[in-house]
């Protein structure tokens, strides 16, 4: 086996300059791609947001509110216990509603 050799030769650094400029160009460079990189996934997010939960209606909810729709539309009375006692109501739809309420002279408990 050799033995080590000792180097006393002095090894000069690169030039400042060159050290600066390469380290504001890599930083540059490394911030401009963290920040496309995020501008491109949060796009990529709010479409697929978009498209997946706006324009998608749940199913048992549409019937339901279409059932409601029908309910709402046409006259009727149902009857409701409140406090043991059968109180008997009207539906009617809330175009109407809002016209008796709105109407002058009338009280808004309802005459």
Request: aromatic letters at 10%; proline letters at 5%.
């Amino acid at each position: 086996m050799s033995a080590p050799t000792t180097t006393t030769e002095q090894i000069d650094d690169p030039e400042m300059g060159s050290t600066w400029f390469l380290s504001f160009v890599g930083i540059i460079f490394f911030v401009s791609f963290c920040l496309a990189v995020s501008v491109l996934f949060f796009g990529v997010q709010r479409n697929f947001d978009d498209i997946r939960v706006v324009d998608e209606r749940p199913l048992l909810s549409t019937g339901l509110r279409q059932e409601q729709k029908e309910l709402l539309a046409k006259y009727g009375t149902y009857s409701e216990d409140v406090d043991e006692k059968k109180i008997e109501r009207m539906r009617i739809p809330i175009e109407r509603a809002i016209e008796l309420m709105s109407a002058p002279g009338k009280s808004a408990a309802g005459q």
